[in-house]
């Protein structure tokens, strides 16, 4: 595919904040280590494909909130066991549990959620489910169909297992410490842009949508807010192969770390079965909230 043929819809990389204001690093307003109402001390946190790129960041995030404890899962020991040493640099008093998963395997999931219940006496704050592949983004004719089905099996039953293992814990999270605990789901500004190629990828992050916004509608009155979040452009072994995608990464894995925990800091449940670009200004959103809510924006519909 000739890469200039490739686009991305603009508004959802500047949607609400304009572009003089799109973000492609961490800046202060969603940085716990400059921002003290950011720090989220007590909180259990489990990231998937928390091993490297986002997730790695997402998790060293969350270190610098200071959180109790932090669940990383992939499917590569060697990169939890550095990431959870570089958690200990910043946060000793973090607790770290690591967790060799594949997530498309029901019974590892299942066999996971047991042990943090056990680890982490029944609480957990936030699940955020990073974890996701992509093959070549060949026309729907030249796709292999195991890579096809492949890309559904980690980026959409990886979530579904994770939130049906999981949502217990969140929802008796919630209700015991009377707070909001939370959905991530990491989707992609693919799931909003229409080029050839995009049939297992881009509809897989686009069902990952809807999924956050039944979830929100099922889970929201239980006291757990579901978001979908666009991580950025960001240069890691997911889209380093994509010579065509390269011209799009222009952000720091830093820049969806500090966004995830300024998501799940305070009380913005206003949020719910949203879909939000880490590239968007965080303080600008806020100050858009009663449209956003108003007109139920950010999300999925049929224009009519
Ligand atoms: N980078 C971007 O520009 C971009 C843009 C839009 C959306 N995203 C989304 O952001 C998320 C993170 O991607 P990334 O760019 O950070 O990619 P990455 O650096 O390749 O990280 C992917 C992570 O997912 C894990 N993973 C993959 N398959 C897994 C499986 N079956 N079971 C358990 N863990 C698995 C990987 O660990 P193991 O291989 O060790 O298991 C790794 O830790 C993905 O959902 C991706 O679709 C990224």
């Known amino acids: 595919m ?33 921002t003290p109402s950011l720090r989220q001390p007590g909180k259990v946190v489990l990231i998937t494909g928390a ?13 610098h909130a200071g959180v109790a404890g932090i669940i990383l899962v992939s499917r590569t020991l060697p990169q939890l066991e550095e990431v959870e040493s ?5 946060s000793p008093e973090t607790k770290v549990s690591k967790h060799v998963v594949d997530v498309t395997n029901a019974q590892s999931v ?21 974890a996701g592949t992509i093959y070549a983004l060949a026309p729907l004719r030249d796709t292999k169909p195991e890579e096809w089905w492949h890309t559904y ?21 919630a209700e015991k410490f009377k707070t909001l605990t939370h959905v991530v789901n990491i989707s992609s ?13 881009f509809t897989s992050k686009l069902a990952l949508l809807r999924l956050t916004e039944l979830v929100e509608l099922e889970e929201g009155a239980k006291g757990v807010v579901s978001v979908a979040v666009h991580p950025g452009g960001v240069a890691t072994e997911l889209t380093l192969p994509f010579e065509n995608l390269k011209q799009f990464m222009t952000d720091t894995p830093e820049l969806s770390g500090g966004f995830v925990v300024w998501i799940t800091a305070g009380e913005k449940k206003w949020l719910g079965g ?11 959103l806020e100050e858009r909230k009663q449209e956003i809510v108003e007109g139920d924006k950010l999300k999925v519909k049929l224009a009519v």
């Open 274 to 284: 949203r879909y939000l670009s880490a590239t968007w200004d965080a303080d600008r």
């Open 110 to 130: 299942f066999d996971c959620a047991k042990a943090v219940e056990q680890d982490f006496g029944g609480r957990l704050d936030v699940l955020v489910n990073n």
């Open 2 to 34: 000739d890469p200039s043929e490739f686009s991305l819809p603009s508004e959802s990389i500047t949607a609400f904040t304009g572009p003089e204001h799109a973000h492609h690093d961490i800046y202060p307003s969603i940085s716990a280590s400059h």
């Open 189 to 201: 500004i693919g799931a909003l842009s229409i080029n050839p190629g995009g049939t297992a990828y």
């Open 153 to 173: 099996e980690v980026n959409i039953k990886g979530p579904y297992l994770f939130l049906k293992a999981f949502l217990p814990l969140l929802s008796g999270t």
């Open 51 to 63: 091993g490297r790129g986002c997730g790695r960041a997402m998790a060293l995030q969350y270190a």
């Open 86 to 90: 570089q958690i200990r640099s910043i």
